[in-house]
C-alpha cells in the first residue's frame, strides 16, 4: 500500500472512450464526466475514438468540446474493430494512467476523486470499478440480464482480482475493460496491446489482462468508481443473452489456448471439456423447462451458450454490436 500524504502529488489521467453509433449516449457520457466533483490535484484528458465508417460521432464531439471544460481528443479508428480503437487511443495517451470507459456509460459525481484516491492508494497495475445496469425495460429485465451486466463485488476496497475461474467465484465478476483504468507503463507500452483478431469478436481484452496477470502485473478491485451503464431492451431478449454467451464461450477458448504453456494440447483438451459439460448440462436443462421456472430455464439455455461457444470457438462469428447496429438500423 502506498502512503498517502496531506498535500497529494499531481496525478493525470487520459480517458479513453471507443464508440461506435452512439452519439446520444456519448453526450451524456461527456456531460456526466463534466460534472463531476472535483478532485485535489488530479487532472483529465478525454480521448474519442471513433470505430464508426464514417466518423459519424466527430460533429457531436466537436460540439460537446466547445461547451466542456476538459480538454477533449478526437480520433478516426477504421476499421470498425474494438482492437483498433482502443490501440489508437492508447497509441495518443500520454498520462500515466489510462483509464477506459464504455459509450453507453454515465459516471457518478464521485468517480473521479474515487479514482484518484485509489491510483494514490495501492500500487496495482490495472484498477476495476463496479457497474450498476439501468435497463429501458426494467420489467424485461431478468434474472440473466442483471447478473450479465452487473459488476459489483464484496470485497474490500484494494482487494486483489485476477482473471481465471477460480478468481472469478471469489471476487464475483469476469475481468473486461469497462470502466477500468490502467498503468500505462506497465500494461500498455506494447504498439498494439489489445489483439486485433479478437478485437472482431470480443476477448482481446482478457487476453490482454490474462498475459500480463501471468508476468508478474496485480489488478485490483476499486468499489466506490461506481458507473450506471444503459441497457436497452433489446439486450436483455433471450436471443442476445444467448449469443453473448456463445461468444463469451468462444473467446474464453481462444484466451485459455493462447495463454496456455501447452497451447497444442490445450486445443485439443478444451473442446472434449465443452462436450463433457454440455452433455451434463442436459438434465438440469430438461428439468428447468419442465418445472417452468423462467429463470432457471433461461440460466441454463445461458450456460449451455456457453459451453457451446467453448466447443465451436473455432467459428468466429459476426460481432455483437455489429450484429446490434445493423438490426436497429434494419426497416421494421
Not at 471513433?50 to 477504421?78: C, G, I, K, P, W
Not at 484518484?116 to 445496469?133: I, K, N, S, T
Not at 496477470?213 to 461506481?226: L, N, Q, T
Not at 428439468?287 to 429463470?295: P, T
Request: proline content about 6%.
Amino acid at each position: 500500500m502506498v502512503s498517502e500524504s496531506a498535500a497529494p502529488k499531481p496525478l493525470t489521467i487520459d480517458i479513453v472512450i471507443c464508440t461506435f453509433h452512439r452519439e446520444a449516449l456519448l453526450r451524456r457520457l461527456l456531460d456526466s464526466l463534466e460534472a463531476m466533483d472535483p478532485a485535489p490535484a488530479t487532472t483529465f484528458r478525454v480521448i474519442v475514438a471513433d470505430n464508426s465508417d464514417e466518423a459519424s460521432a466527430r460533429a457531436a464531439v466537436q460540439e460537446a468540446a466547445a461547451t466542456l471544460t476538459f480538454d477533449v481528443v478526437y480520433l478516426e479508428a477504421h476499421p470498425p474493430n474494438i482492437s483498433v480503437a482502443r490501440n489508437a487511443a492508447v497509441a495518443r495517451a500520454t498520462a500515466p494512467f489510462v483509464a477506459f470507459l464504455d459509450d453507453d456509460q454515465e459516471v457518478t459525481p464521485g468517480w473521479l476523486a474515487t479514482v484518484a484516491a485509489a491510483l494514490r492508494r495501492h500500487r496495482h497495475d490495472v484498477y476495476f470499478g463496479p457497474f450498476e445496469p439501468v435497463f429501458a425495460a426494467p420489467d424485461n429485465a431478468g434474472l440473466v440480464a442483471r447478473q450479465m451486466f452487473t459488476r459489483a463485488s464484496t470485497l474490500p476496497d484494494g482487494a486483489e482480482v485476477a482473471p481465471g475461474r477460480a478468481a472469478r467465484l471469489r471476487q464475483g465478476f469476469v475481468l473486461a475493460t469497462s470502466n477500468t483504468v490502467f498503468r500505462r507503463e506497465t500494461m500498455l507500452a506494447e504498439d498494439a496491446p489489445f489483439d486485433f483478431y479478437l478485437g472482431a469478436n470480443g476477448g482481446e481484452d482478457l487476453l490482454l489482462m490474462a498475459r500480463m496477470h501471468r508476468a508478474g502485473r496485480r489488478f485490483g478491485w476499486m468499489s466506490g468508481a461506481k458507473v450506471f451503464d444503459d441497457i436497452p431492451a433489446s439486450r436483455c431478449e433471450i436471443g442476445y443473452l444467448a449469443r453473448r454467451a456463445v461468444a463469451g464461450g468462444q473467446s474464453f477458448a481462444i484466451v485459455t489456448i493462447l495463454t496456455s504453456p501447452r497451447p497444442r494440447l490445450t486445443a485439443l483438451t478444451v473442446p472434449l471439456v465443452a462436450i463433457a459439460q454440455l452433455a451434463a448440462g442436459l438434465l438440469p436443462y430438461a428439468k428447468a423447462l419442465v418445472a417452468g421456472d423462467l429463470d432457471e430455464r433461461q440460466a441454463q439455455r445461458i450456460a449451455m451458450a456457453g459451453r457451446w461457444g467453448k466447443l465451436t470457438y473455432r467459428s468466429r462469428r459476426l460481432p455483437l454490436y455489429r450484429w446490434e447496429d445493423a438490426s436497429r438500423r434494419s426497416p421494421a
